[in-house]
């Protein structure tokens, strides 16, 4: 089989789980973007996406993701979707249209010098840590409403969510209503914030059953990654 009929029925089978997702939840289809998160696999295998119509790109990684979106030849929207260093902001900023990795107050600003360098406005969703393990990325649920109204200051940041990823042999219901718990919070003060980016290959039913709006998915679209990757 070629790579582009492996992606291609891959991704068949996905929007099928994801449809049966959404029955189950009594929700409808339209109320989730799918992004492919294709870390550690090859620009190649992005540009087939966008042939077989994946509109939305997930990466985990600087420099990785700038040299895919430097050799990706269709127009896509870039999602930022890893852990993120203030030094490495300004750089993200030049390719990715969302960040979904805000996890702390000291982000805010160089995010936003660097998309008021490369002249755009970049949405930002605040990455909240569901599990009480502090060595976790994410911020904990109580530092999350400053960080909202830093986002929300900034001239070129748009606050526009929260993300989370199911801890590590968690209940994923559990910690996912959790979010959309964080995600209400945030709402009232930020109406437009409604974006909730939850569920991964292993665990999107749970994520669409708590209300997700944004689904990330790598494996189950690209395969298995290298235990390195
Ligand atoms: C890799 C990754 C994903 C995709 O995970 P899969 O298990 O491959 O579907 C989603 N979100 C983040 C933050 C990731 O790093």
């Not at 390719?95 to 000291?106: E, F, G, N, Q, T």
């Not at 805010?108 to 976790?136: H, M, N, T, Y």
């Not at 830093?150 to 940041?157: G, H, T």
Request: with cysteine; net charge negative.
């Amino acid at each position: 089989m070629s790579r582009r009929d492996e992606l291609r029925t891959n991704l068949e089978t996905l929007e099928r789980r994801i449809e049966a997702a959404c029955s189950m939840a009594g929700r409808h289809r339209e109320e989730l973007t799918l992004i492919v998160v294709t870390k550690t696999y090859p620009a190649t295998d992005v540009d087939l996406l966008a042939e077989l119509g994946v509109t939305n790109v997930g990466e985990n990684r600087h420099p990785e993701a700038g040299n895919k979106f430097a050799e990706v030849d269709h127009d896509l929207r870039w999602h930022f979707v890893g852990g993120l260093q203030s030094n490495k902001a300004a750089a993200v900023c030049r390719y990715a249209d969302v960040i979904h990795s805000v996890d702390r107050l000291k982000l805010v600003p160089a995010i936003d010098k660097g998309a008021r360098a490369a002249g755009r406005v970049i949405d930002c969703l605040i990455q909240v840590s569901l599990s009480d393990d502090e060595g976790r990325s994410g911020a904990v649920p109580d530092a999350v409403m400053g960080i909202a109204a830093a986002i929300e200051s900034a001239d070129a940041m748009r606050l526009t969510g929260v993300m989370a990823v199911a801890p590590l042999g968690a209940d994923p219901d559990e910690a996912f209503v959790r979010l959309k718990n964080v995600s209400e919070r945030v709402e009232v003060a930020h109406p437009d914030a409604t974006d909730i980016s939850a569920g991964m290959s292993g665990d999107l039913e749970a994520a669409v059953k708590a209300g997700a709006t944004h689904l990330r998915i790598g494996r189950s679209v690209l395969g298995a990654r290298p235990a390195t990757g």
